[in-house]
């Protein structure tokens, strides 16, 4: 989405540009035009946030020439400025559709606080509510049903509706520690400052946020430390809203702002509108996700099979381009399988293999994929987890493994050991094929050696 713009049309744009940059939002770009036609050209090519006017014809009324910005830039608020108070010019320009009417004598008190409420705090989304525009600008939102794209588009259309600076949607995980992780983030000058600022304020605005729009002062989420201005900057409002899809999922939506919208904003049918149509489109996405997932689950162990593992490591590649994260891929055999088949019998050994597979599900976080790659083979993906504590988690597994007893069901104790080979993204490979054929590999050597141990896709030993 854009950012910030004014456009001024006047027959003397300067006097008003001049003023715009004596106020506290100079660093908002502004574009000057002292010629109609050139005005109409502009518009019809470029997207701004507001636009400041003045007549630019004595022989044009004000209502004649609203309307034909306004049929240029229908959706772009538009500040009229007139030379008195009074008469038919300001009847005129709000028959018109002006969204605002400044005069002459006012400008130097009331135009900076009038662009801030367009440019900080929500109002330009007011213009956008009738069922025509509502319908078309929801349209993005509710004919998609991929969590991805759908979920940049909410986060984007919530930042350009608001005038916010930067936000992002967000879901809790759940494992190893509290954590949070980036669903889709819009106006970060850097996709790893998302993180970093989930890390400062995800926790508060999880217990803050509510299932209706919020609007919370940056100090409501804790004492502010000095290093919060290089996140925040100016932005010390925050919109909060929390989006509660099936039992026990919640996607959370934030965006900072540098003005504190009104109640006409927070309960504007608009909002509240679009909230409702985005909900419904965020649940329609996951529920479309869990029916997609079906066909990657493997029948007898219940984790997901190596179909699956294909999808998600291409979505992890792609995340990992977005927000430059990385992660880590664990390829791991049961030693000696065969011969619990070959002693106990198939019907004992694929319990037992259901078994090593819920030992594994309990050594990761949520947000972490396990995967049964086929017969006693396993695939662990570890999302945001580097080489190094990928080997913590992959050791704890061995152990776990190591000291469990297996069939009792069938009133055995069977013990078992798993060799496991490490390879971390992009430390170690930068395709999915070379990741996994890396942490094949690096299993295999295992295998070669002692079993029941861990190995980097390195010739280290690590265990």
Known sequence: MAKQRILIIAPDPGSIAMKIRQSSFADIPVKILSDWEKGVSVLA????????ARKTSKRQS????VRNIIQVAP???LVLVLPKKGGPSVLGALRGGASEI?????????????LEKYLFQGYGLLRKT???ELFDYCFPVITTTDMDLLSLTVIEMFKESLGGSFGLLFRE?????PGYSVVASAGFSDDTLAGVFLLRFGGALVRKSKNVPTILAAEELGAIRPDDDAILGENLTFFALRFDLSPGSQI?????????????VIDSPFLNFFYRQARFALLNAERNAAAQNLIYIDDLTKLYNSRYLNVVLDRELKRSERYRNFFSVLFMDVDFFKRVNDACGHLVGSRVLVEVGAVLRTC??????VVRYGGDEFVVLLVETNAEDALLVAERMRRMIEGKSFGQDFGLSIRLTISIGIAAFPEHASTKQHLLSMADQAMYRGKDSTRNVVYLATPQKVT
Do not use: C, H
């Open 45 to 52: 090519k470029e997207n701004f946030s507001v636009i400041v």
């Open 62 to 65: 004000a209502e004649e020439f």
């Open 75 to 77: 959706k772009t608020p």
């Open 102 to 114: 400044l005069f002459e004598e006012d400008l130097d008190k009331e135009l900076a606080s009038t």
């Open 130 to 132: 009738s069922i025509d």
């Open 173 to 177: 995980q759940e494992g190893r520690g």
């Open 252 to 264: 959370y939506a934030v965006l900072t702002m540098r003005g504190v919208p009104g109640a006409g």
């Open 364 to 369: 990761v976080r949520e947000t972490d994929t």
